[in-house]
């Protein structure tokens, strides 16, 4: 079975724009999520772990398998170098722009090798593969997925080698996305597209375009995925600052909450329960809660914490 030439009609495929707008719809979602807990509305560590982290996996996923199937509708013909090019140096510019500003702001966990950078590295990568047997393609793609499960070392563990994937403890990024596994599900979509056009499945959905039309914003959002990307944090953001002037997060609860976690590694639930309302109170009433939970407590702000805190335990322990 060989490729199929593109349908003749360059109209864009609707069904994909709509997906794609779908899924910086949901990237949205958790970049809103992101920023509560920044601005400690949810408990720190939130969007990382449990059903975030996996809700975050399968967003990226989405956009590098939209990624490489819309490689086989632009270059299936024959790679059109001067748009890939445009299009590679847009995302490039996307990824500085991206990783410049969270090193301002997030200094500690910036972006280095983030979406945007997979999405170009990895575009580069994929684009080897446009006219290669379909069987390697997916042979490729599933060992790069599978490699980091499988292989790692503490070689590339700086961040001048993470963006490979094989680092044994990753430096801490809020969006890592490394070439292994990532690039493998772009070319895993990428055999997706090459499926679809030797089937006939891209000029079935693109016989869907009339009836997606009140899908337009989504289309819309879609069409224009770049501009949405770099535009639609910083909003957020500033929504979620104007937030917290307005009705900032309780104080009360944010200690509560950590004061919990980090209990419950050590003691269990009733103990924590119990300890952790204690050392609310107390501390509260020394007036000692803002500087401990901003870090900026004196020496003696800190004896004292620790004072009430190991009176509490005591008295609890005493009590069971």
């Known amino acids: 079975m060989s490729d199929r030439s593109p349908p003749s009609s360059d109209r864009r495929i609707v069904a994909l724009d709509v ?12 970049h809103a999520g992101w920023d509560f807990e920044f601005f400690e509305y949810l408990s720190q560590g939130t969007t990382g772990h449990g059903a975030w982290k996996l809700y975050a996996r399968a967003i990226a996923s989405s956009f590098l398998l939209i990624a490489g199937a819309s490689l086989v509708l632009a270059h299936s013909r024959g790679i059109r170098w001067r748009s890939f090019w ?4 847009q995302v490039a510019a996307g990824a500085i722009i991206i990783s410049v500003a969270t090193y301002f702001f997030t200094p500690n966990a910036f972006v280095f090798f983030g979406i945007l950078h997979q999405m170009a590295v990895g575009g580069l990568i994929a684009l080897a593969f446009i006219r290669a047997p379909l069987p390697v393609t997916i042979a490729v793609g599933l060992g790069l997925i599978a490699l980091p499960w499988l292989f790692s070392t503490s070689i590339t563990d700086p961040r001048w080698l993470a963006w490979i994937g094989l680092a044994e ?32 499945g891209w000029e079935a959905l693109r016989r869907l375009n009339d009836r997606l039309k009140p899908a337009w914003p989504l289309a819309l959002i879609g069409r224009h995925s770049l501009l949405f990307y770099l535009l639609h944090q910083p909003i957020l953001i500033a929504l979620v600052w104007l937030l917290s002037q307005v009705a900032p997060p309780d104080r009360l609860a944010i200690f509560d909450r950590e004061c919990r976690q980090t209990c419950s590694e050590v003691r269990d639930e009733a103990f924590c329960r119990s300890y952790c309302d204690c050392a609310r109170d107390g501390i509260a009433a020394e007036g000692l809660i803002e500087p401990f939970l901003s870090g900026n407590n004196t020496p003696e702000q800190s004896t004292r914490v620790n004072e009430i805190a190991g009176a509490c335990s005591a008295k609890i322990d005493m009590a069971r």
């Open 169 to 200: 403890h990753p430096p801490v990024s809020s969006d890592l996305v490394p070439i292994a596994p990532w690039t493998g599900v772009m070319l895993i979509g990428l055999a997706a597209g090459r499926i679809m056009l030797m089937s006939g």
């Open 86 to 89: 445009r299009r590679e140096a």
């Open 19 to 30: 997906v794609r707008g779908i899924a910086l719809l949901a990237m949205a979602s958790y």
